[in-house]
């Protein structure tokens, strides 16, 4: 089945610090891969996503690249600000099974201090 | 962006009653609904799928007659959880999806604690 492996928090980081979030999956066929975030008290809202291999999404100077042969789909960032504080999620969808489900990771608190 | 509704944000209820749980998209017409459970450092679990106007998909493991849910109108879906149990305690977070879309907006959760 699918499965979506998330880098465990919490991570704190200072302003302007380079960010990483470690993300593995397994998953049958060829999945779209996506970032999740979810700031406090609101819903989860789609950062960035790629749809096949060697696709990079980026959005908000977050970026993520769709690596076939390591299975993975990190996040990075170069320059967190406070505002970048939130939880953050990987997640997968296959086409196969019915309705185009989501499959998350656990989700990573991140801390960014000013 | 599209804006998806929860309400009630946070219930506290007793053990053996049930609590209804409302989502609402707010500018879009939703065709389909999704309703996860989310337990404290874990992964967001789908309970259920639902399309406008008929019956939930539970998904594997997931009781029917426990989690009622009912999609009755384009912008409105509810989960009534039915003698709610201190373990039925958990973090429930509905998405929706327009009709012909391929993305999912999601509401910024219920938190259920059942004493």
């Known amino acids: 089945g699918n499965s979506v492996t998330q880098m465990e928090g919490p991570v704190t980081l200072s302003e302007e610090a380079f960010l990483t979030i470690n993300c593995t999956y397994t998953?049958?066929?060829?999945?779209?891969l996506f970032w999740y975030v979810q700031y406090p008290g609101e819903g989860l809202q789609l950062l960035l996503k790629?749809?096949?291999?060697?696709d990079k999404g980026s959005n908000k100077g977050f970026e993520a690249t769709y690596r076939k042969e390591t299975t993975s789909f990190h996040l990075e960032k170069g320059s967190v600000q406070v505002s970048d504080s939130a939880v953050y999620f990987c997640?997968?969808?296959?086409?196969?099974?019915?309705?185009?489900?989501?499959?998350f990771g656990s989700g990573t608190q991140l801390t960014v201090l000013p | 962006g599209a804006v998806v509704s929860q309400h009630p944000s946070r219930v506290i209820c007793k053990s053996g009653t049930s609590v209804k749980i409302e989502c609402r998209s707010l500018?879009?017409?939703?065709?389909?609904m999704f309703w996860y459970r989310q337990f404290p450092k874990q992964s967001l679990m789908l309970m259920a799928t639902?399309?406008?106007?008929?019956?939930?998909?539970?998904e594997q493991g997931v009781e029917k007659d426990k989690f009622l849910i009912n999609h009755a109108s384009l912008t409105l879906s509810t989960l009534t959880v039915t003698s709610a149990h201190p373990e039925d305690s958990s973090f429930y977070i509905c998405?929706?999806?327009?009709?012909?879309?391929?993305?999912?907006?999601f509401g910024p959760g219920t938190r259920l604690t059942v004493l």
């Open positions: 997640a997968l969808r296959t086409l196969a099974g019915s309705a185009r489900q989501l499959t």
């Open positions: 639902s399309n406008e106007g008929s019956k939930a998909t539970y």
């Open positions: 790629a749809t096949k291999a060697d």
């Open positions: 500018d879009f017409q939703a065709t389909t």
């Open positions: 998405s929706a999806r327009a009709g012909g879309g391929d993305t999912q907006y």
């Open positions: 998953a049958t066929g060829y999945p779209s």
